[in-house]
C-alpha cells in the first residue's frame, strides 16, 4: 500500500512514471492510480530506460526501480539486483 500510495502522491496527469517489467505490481498499481502515464522497459535494460527517457514529452518524468522486491528471482551468488549492478558499472 505505500508503494501505491507514494507514487499516487508524486505523479498525476501529464506525468510520465517509468517502470522496469518486473517491477512489483504495487509499484504499478500506484502509476496506475495516479492517473499518470504509465511506460514500462525491458527489465534491467538501462539502454531502453535512457531511451524512453528522452522520448517523452512530459515536463516531469520519473522512474521508480524496485530495489528490494522484485518479481524477478535474484539469484545467490549475487545479492545485487541487476539494475543496482549496471548503475555501479556505468558511474
Known sequence: MANAGTIAALAGRGDV?????????????????????LQRYAHSDLDALENNLTAQEATRKTDRPDGVFSMDVISRRSRKSPVARNATTRG
Open 17 to 37: 512514471v517509468l517502470q522496469d517489467r518486473l517491477n512489483h505490481a504495487s509499484l504499478l498499481d500506484g502509476a496506475r492510480l495516479s492517473g499518470a502515464k
